[in-house]
């Protein structure tokens, strides 16, 4: 059984750029839920993926957007980077329907 | 959407069981209670979760007070490798989606 994955594992971008990131849900899982940590903090809920529509947001700017594709892999955009969106980016896939979530490793992105 | 409570930081000498509490006082009779922990700067990973009967996997036990307004993870055999932080979550959910609300949690820390 393949956890899930996420890349790139780091990423530096300055203010104003555009990134994307991307996970791989666990073999069999068909939601995707993406968290945004900041520095000491817990992890902060952005929006769920189930069947490739966005089921729940949490209180994010539109700037952040998601796309899950047919195979259930997810990206997560962020448009107009500003520096308090450097943080650790956490995806966690989950069967549909129940509540456990499995995390990936994490991307780590820096907004100089 | 349940709020839970727990200490900030509490320490284990390695080889001893380490008991985290929890308080969820507002939770409802068809709620869980989930428990993550994330080791320095990786994914939170799953423990275990429960309704209200006592629970036991190969990591830990979770003991469920008869009004379930809290709980205490029990990790029998504390090491070194325990050392993380702990949360204790109560998934809400909203428009078909779970969202998993991290607070601080508890900071343990095993002790040799």
């Known amino acids: 059984e393949t956890g899930v994955t996420q890349s790139p594992t780091h990423l530096i971008k300055t203010r104003g750029q555009q990134v994307t990131l991307r996970c791989s849900s666990q073999?069999?899982?068909?939601?995707v839920s993406w968290y945004q940590q900041a520095l000491g903090q817990g992890p902060q809920f952005i929006f769920q993926?189930?069947?490739?529509?966005?089921?729940g947001r949490g209180n994010f700017p539109p700037r952040f957007s998601g796309l899950q594709f047919p195979n259930y892999s997810s990206e997560l955009n962020v448009n107009a980077l500003e520096l308090d969106d450097s943080a650790l980016y956490l995806c966690?896939?989950?069967?549909?329907?129940?509540?456990?979530?499995?995390f990936g490793p994490g991307t780590r992105l820096l907004v100089l | 959407d349940a709020k839970t409570t727990q200490p900030t930081s509490m320490d284990c000498a390695e080889g001893r069981a380490a008991n985290l509490p929890c308080n969820h006082s507002?939770?409802?009779?068809?709620?869980?209670v989930y428990w993550y922990r994330q080791i320095h700067s990786q994914g939170p990973q799953y423990i275990i979760h429960?309704?209200?009967n006592n629970e036991t996997n190969e990591m830990a036990s979770l003991i469920i007070t008869e009004d379930r307004k809290s709980s205490t993870l029990i990790l029998p055999h504390a090491t070194l490798r325990d050392t993380a932080v702990y949360y204790c979550?109560?998934?809400?959910?909203?428009?078909?989606?779970?969202?998993?609300?991290f607070g601080k949690g508890t900071k343990l820390s095993v002790i040799p």
């Open positions: 966690a896939s989950s069967l549909g329907g129940e509540e456990t979530q499995y």
């Open positions: 429960g309704l209200k």
């Open positions: 979550i109560v998934p809400y959910s909203g428009a078909g989606s779970y969202q998993l609300t």
């Open positions: 993926y189930y069947r490739e529509e966005e089921n």
């Open positions: 507002t939770i409802s009779g068809n709620e869980y």
């Open positions: 073999s069999g899982h068909n939601t």
